[in-house]
Nanobody, 128 residues
Framework: QLQLVESGGGSVQPGGSLRLSCAAS????????FAWFRQAPGKEREGVSC??????????VDSVKGRFTISRSTENAKKTVYLQMNSLKPEDTGDYFC???????????????????WGQGTQVSVSS
């Protein structure tokens, strides 16, 4: 079992930056894929980025390419996955969720159905 705890959300003006963190505990394996999803008010949840811990393959949806960066840290035997969000836009507003799945393949996915561990979410608001 894997426990995920997100942090780092908040309110920023357009053009600002935030860094979200997802602290994972419960496993020492690197056979995991992690992903960040977001859900804007009144919209369906969408995947924005993912990372494979085994080979650090990363993927971004077009709307965040060049602005968001997903990365990982394994310091202190605790897996933490980050989402650095720069040049934020009002359309980036929403609840952001970290998700993970035990997976040995090299290429991660941003499809909800592929993930079975979820965090509680953290809120991001971008407005002037």
């Amino acid at each position: 079992q894997l426990q995920l705890v997100e942090s780092g959300g908040g309110s920023v003006q357009p053009g600002g930056s935030l860094r979200l963190s997802c602290a994972a505990s419960g496993s020492t394996s690197d056979y995991f894929h992690f992903a960040w999803f977001r859900q804007a008010p009144g919209k369906e949840r969408e995947g924005v980025s993912c990372i494979s811990l085994l080979n650090e393959f990363t993927y971004y949806v077009d709307s965040v390419k060049g602005r968001f960066t997903i990365s990982r840290s394994t310091e202190n035997a605790k897996k933490t996955v980050y989402l650095q969000m720069n040049s934020l836009k009002p359309e980036d507003t929403g609840d952001y969720f970290c998700a993970a799945t035990f997976e040995s393949s090299w290429f991660c996915s941003t499809s909800e159905k592929d993930y079975n561990f979820w965090g509680q979410g953290t809120q991001v608001s971008v407005s002037s």
